[in-house]
């Protein structure tokens, strides 16, 4: 019998070694990014620079909390955050650039939006996105550092809204259910419909949509 071989175990996030940032004034900001895996719509990047001495309880990475968790956590860090914002890359620039490097530059945008500016950045991942401030990447990011599980959420009900607003404009591909993942459902609505203009069409199932029609 051959034994079979398994791959490195994933990390729990409680197993990373200790988060050794290398600043200590006050603004600091999360960045975090959602929708790089959707066939349609903008990827989406927040900032969040918060309140150190207004510390919000129950953040975590925003796909861990219930949809209706996340609305109130959005609200409640936009109320006593110190700043934050919300930048996006549109589908002709991901198209254009790539999704990594359109991602970058939808980091860069709410980075560049944040009103007062950040002098620090964490950010979510294993690359900083490219912006002349100083900061560190950080792997699993949105489970280890409350400003960037912040950022993750406020990404992502910006984003699930938007999917929404699309549902109501196109209601035959169901983006309310999906928020523009490549499910059966898109998929099957994809062959049915065709793309629309907001899909992303360098992505293979638009792709080979796109060269059928």
Same mark, same amino acid.
Request: hydrophobic share 40%; proline share 8%; net charge positive.
């Given at each position: 019998?051959?034994?079979?071989?398994?791959?490195?175990?994933?990390?729990?996030? @409680?197993?990373? $070694?200790?988060?050794?940032?290398?600043?200590?004034?006050?603004?600091?900001?999360?960045?975090?990014?959602?929708?790089? &895996?959707?066939?349609? &719509?903008?990827?989406?990047?927040?900032?969040?620079?918060?309140?150190?001495?207004?510390?919000?309880?129950?953040?975590?990475?925003?796909?861990?909390?219930?949809?209706?968790?996340?609305?109130?956590?959005?609200?409640?860090?936009?109320?006593?955050?110190?700043?934050?914002?919300?930048?996006?890359?549109?589908?002709?620039?991901?198209?254009?650039?790539?999704?990594?490097?359109?991602?970058?530059?939808?980091?860069?945008?709410?980075?560049?939006?944040?009103?007062?500016?950040?002098?620090?950045?964490?950010?979510?991942?294993?690359?900083?996105? #490219?912006?002349?401030?100083?900061?560190?990447?950080?792997?699993?990011?949105?489970?280890?550092?409350?400003?960037? @599980?912040?950022? @993750?959420?406020?990404?992502?009900?910006?984003?699930?809204?938007?999917?929404?607003?699309?549902?109501?404009?196109?209601?035959?591909? &169901?983006?309310?259910?999906?928020? #523009?993942?490549?499910?059966?459902?898109?998929?099957?609505?994809?062959?049915?419909? &065709? $793309?629309?203009?907001?899909?992303?069409? @360098?992505?293979?199932?638009?792709?080979?949509?796109?060269?059928?029609?």
């Amino acid at each position: 019998m051959r034994e079979q071989k398994s791959g490195p175990r994933k990390l729990r996030p @409680s197993e990373y $070694p200790p988060l050794v940032i290398d600043y200590c004034g006050r603004w600091l900001a999360g960045v975090d990014e959602v929708g790089r &895996g959707p066939l349609v &719509g903008d990827v989406v990047a927040a900032a969040v620079i918060l309140d150190p001495e207004r510390p919000i309880d129950g953040l975590t990475d925003s796909k861990a909390l219930s949809s209706v968790r996340r609305e109130l956590l959005d609200a409640e860090i936009r109320r006593v955050a110190l700043a934050f914002a919300i930048g996006r890359a549109t589908p002709a620039e991901i198209d254009q650039l790539n999704i990594y490097h359109a991602t970058h530059l939808a980091m860069r945008r709410a980075i560049d939006a944040l009103s007062p500016a950040a002098e620090f950045l964490l950010v979510d991942g294993n690359r900083l996105p #490219g912006h002349r401030l100083p900061g560190i990447a950080v792997v699993k990011g949105d489970l280890r550092h409350p400003a960037i @599980s912040a950022a @993750s959420i406020i990404a992502k009900v910006a984003r699930d809204a938007e999917m929404l607003a699309l549902d109501q404009r196109y209601p035959g591909y &169901g983006f309310a259910r999906h928020k #523009g993942y490549p499910t059966r459902e898109h998929l099957e609505a994809l062959e049915r419909l &065709g $793309p629309l203009d907001v899909h992303r069409r @360098s992505f293979g199932p638009v792709k080979r949509q796109l060269a059928l029609s």
